[in-house]
């Protein structure tokens, strides 16, 4: 059985990292940093938009700035059938 992140890029899914920089609560005038990564769909990444939904209205941290890289791993045109079987000797 495949596994779930293997399904997702077969699917179209990338490999999505955000930084995400965010004010400290107690401490606004300083930023920290936090990773994000998961699988997403470029370029509308629903994943991620639900995750920053989530953010700004269950954490005190407010956003400053969000940066994503994003790349697709596997692609489904990467795979085709192969008719025949090659025997090296």
Known sequence: M?????ELQMMGYGL??????YHMPDH???LQLY???EYDLAP???TLKGFL???????DGVLHSVRVAHN???SPREWRVVNGVFTLQ
């Open 44 to 46: 509308k990444f629903p």
């Open 35 to 37: 990773v994000w990564q």
């Open 72 to 74: 697709r791993l596997i």
């Open 2 to 6: 495949a596994s779930k992140a293997f």
């Open 16 to 21: 999505t990292t955000a930084e995400i920089h």
């Open 53 to 59: 939904d989530f953010w700004a209205k269950e954490l």
């Open 28 to 30: 606004p005038g300083l």
